[in-house]
């Protein structure tokens, strides 16, 4: 005991004061980190903002530690490696104990393991948090999204979790065999043996210490010139290195192996039990299997199990007659040519340098004026317009740029700017700048570009370019539905022709079907030499185009009629959607005989719904939700366009059921945020410039120009080709306007309700079934039948269209003596 004591005092001699001192100043370092990180982490928003803010004593800072706290978090969390960085702080705790030789970590094992979660940390957190907030700091953020760029978030989370798993198992040596071992163990060695295995007193205990500790002491002491962790003089190099050449830490590492493994003795291994010896290993012997014994491998072939009947008749249809082939009535079609279109000439973007160098230097002059610094500016050419994306320095608030949007315009003396601040996923700032001289984009342009022609989508449009003078193109199927805004001569109608251009040039006449209403009649006339390929209508209809109010609430109603008996079919052949369906028809899977067909896409397009808004009401927007609540499924999609994105017009209903939008230039900030939830619209040049919104990002986009006599060449070529024999026939509806079909007025068989319907009518003077729906609480068809039977007794007019029926008794006194009239009859 006395040489212990003696061995530890004269280790505590050796200890020089420098080093004592370096110690202390670790420890307290790691402590200040930590309590600086924790306060940062408590208030980053503002602890982030003041960072810069040094040498400014009226700024007051919230951490613990004042603003050298704010820095060292800013610093450490944001900037760098997020929550990893207290990882940091525990190094610097482990080193100062390590130089009051308190050897309570393994050096360089600890290093090693808080490098890992060094690099693991951030970007697991810049996973979980998508970059958001300071958790995985700026390198988690950066490596996150290098990776999810290449890799995609699932193989991302794939990297995440198997280096994780790489490292459990490394860390904690997790072998199969030596698991099976540990398990085998378990099983062996029941409660019996462990209480034998147990001493009989506290001495043995003592004993094995006394043990332990000397053998640990002789290990200790074999080498007279121990090898330590940070001396490696007494190491050879072999000779298979070379002088010159710095080999990594994996090839020194296997060259010092064997000389510490001649310096250390073997380990003696302790045993639990040291008076009972080991039982020697005995290997089970194994029976030797006979060659002569036969082995057959049967394989079971799909030929063997059971084939359905309605399966194998489908097979057999398939053998002998081959898939069904949608396009064989008119298998002779040819889609129509790129050479249709006109050719502009050339659409490549000239970069006017000066340009760009004057509205550079006016943007970064106006913002220092405000003290507003810039790290970094970049610009990216469009067609309308270039993006100059600026990297604010440290400490900079977003807001304190968004607020500067009319002093910019002000400055570059543009028609209208529009910032983004900041850039979504690039962690810059975007100013958007009319040029001056814009490009203009032809449909021929996108049309024969190898990212439409190659697009593997249901329905694709192309729109035009972006601002990065790329090719945009989506898919109206998985919008599934569009609303379209936009004030007079921006390009809403232009918009509309490119959409139905770009679907044409994709779709076969039997997979695609258009229902067009025109209020302005103008606008669409130019399709119906498609009629009898591409246009869909009521039955006994002479034209395709509707034109009149009156019949688009029965041409909507038919479609709900068709969507309910498409969904009729889906439900019966166990399918969820038209691809489904139209796969298991096309594969004779489906019998004609019980009513299935194959079914086209069928897309709806409005012009202007305001005028239907205005003259129908209800009763358009009514089918109108519900068709773009349900008809996603059975391949009815909706285009709608409008020139008053008023919220009268664009209700509520409507907006929740068209998550895309499309915004051209509207007059006010009030119709952007009507139409897109966002101002932007209002800071558009118009001529085709457009905003998409597909639910989650705003893009810019120049759309696309196709003139009308590239649409009239259009519709000519596939006009003249062999079509159908008539348009696509619409389920049938006979609604209000079946009035001639009311008899004489029977009393017996009057609705329940018909006197306090007649009341209501008279009171208020309106003869609609809308109303009386609302008044009475009624379904459409019971109020339509109240309705008919009003006026069979010379309570109201004839249907006159979209307007409310005549109402022919002036007041209540004249109904009480009608209704006294007919119940003596």
Partial sequence: MNNKQNTTSNSSKIISKPRIISGVMLIILSIVLTLSFVSYLMNWKADQSQAGTMADKTVQSSN???????????????????????????????????????????????????????????????????????????????????????????????????????????????????????????????????????????????????????????????NS???????????????????????????????????????????IILSSTPTQPQKPFVETPVAKVEDDITFNVEIKKDEDFAVSPEQQKSD????????????????????????????????????????????????????????????????????????????????????????????????????????????????????????????????????????????????PIVFGRTISNEVFVADLAKMPHLLMAGATGQGKSVGINAILTSLIYKKHPSELKFVMVDPKKVELSLYSKIERHYLAKLPDTEDAIITD??????????????????????????????????????????????????????????????????????????????LAQLARAIGIHLIVATQRPSVNVITGMIKANFPARVAFRVISGVDSKTILDSPGAEQLVGKGDMLYFNGNDLTRLQCAFVDTPEVERIAEFVGEQKGYSDAYLLPEYSGEDATSTVGAFDPNEKDALFEEGARIVVSTQQGSTSMLQRQLKLGYNRAGRIMDQLEAAGVVGGFNGAKAREVLISDLNSLERLLDELKGR
């Fill in 316 to 459: 057999d249809l398939v053998s002998k007659h081959g898939l069904y082939d949608h396009k064989l009535d008119l298998a002779k079609f040819q889609m129509p040519s790129v050479e249709l279109l006109k050719d502009y000439g050339n659409e490549e973007i000239t970069i006017n340098k000066d340009e760009l160098e004057e509205n550079k230097n006016r943007i970064v002059g106006l913002l220092k004026t405000f003290n507003v610094g810039i790290s970094e500016i970049k610009a990216t050419i469009g067609p309308t317009v270039t993006l100059y994306e600026i990297v604010p320095e440290a400490g900079i608030r977003v807001a304190a740029i968004k607020k500067l949007q009319d002093d910019i315009a002000l400055n570059l003396s543009a028609l209208g700017i529009r910032i983004i601040a900041p850039m979504p996923g690039k962690g810059t700032i975007g100013i958007e700048v009319p040029r001056k001289n814009p490009t203009m984009v032809s449909m021929r342009s996108v049309v024969a570009s190898p990212k439409f022609q190659s697009a593997d989508m249901d329905l």
């Fill in 225 to 267: 010139n121990p090898v330590t962790d940070n001396d490696f003089s007494n190491i050879k190099v072999t000779q298979d290195f070379e002088p010159i050449k710095t080999p990594n830490q994996t090839s020194f590492r296997e060259e010092i192996k064997e000389p510490i493994k001649e310096s250390v003795p073997e380990p």
């Fill in 64 to 222: 613990l530690f004042g603003k050298i706290g704010d820095w060292l978090g800013n610093l450490f969390i944001f900037e760098s490696i997020g929550v990893a960085a207290f990882v940091v702080a525990f190094l610097c705790f482990v080193f100062g104990t390590l130089v009051f030789k308190k050897n309570y970590f393994k050096p360089w094992k600890t290093i090693s393991h808080s490098l890992f979660f060094i690099c693991w940390t951030p970007i697991f957190f810049g996973a979980v948090t998508n970059g958001e907030g300071v958790l995985g700091g700026v390198y988690g953020y950066q490596i996150m999204d290098y990776l999810k760029s290449y890799i995609g978030s699932v193989g991302l989370w794939m990297v995440l979790l198997v280096s994780f798993a790489l490292y459990f198992v490394l860390e904690f040596n997790l072998k199969p065999s030596s698991i099976k071992n540990k398990l085998n163990d378990i099983n062996d060695n029941t409660f019996g043996k462990l209480k034998s295995l147990m001493p009989d007193s506290d001495d043995e205990f003592e004993a094995d210490e006394e043990l332990e500790k000397e053998i640990v002491h002789e290990n200790i002491s074999v």
């Fill in 549 to 626: 109010n009156a019949k688009v609430i029965n041409t909507l109603n038919s479609l709900c009629i068709e969507m309910d008996d498409r969904y009729e079919l889906l439900k019966n052949a166990f399918c969820k959607n038209i691809k489904e369906y139209n796969a298991k028809f096309a594969q004779r899977k489906l019998n004609p005989e019980n009513g299935h067909r194959y079914l086209p896409y069928i897309v709806l397009v409005v012009d202007e719904f305001a005028d239907l808004i205005m003259t129908a009401g209800k009763e358009v927007e009514h089918p109108i939700a519900r």
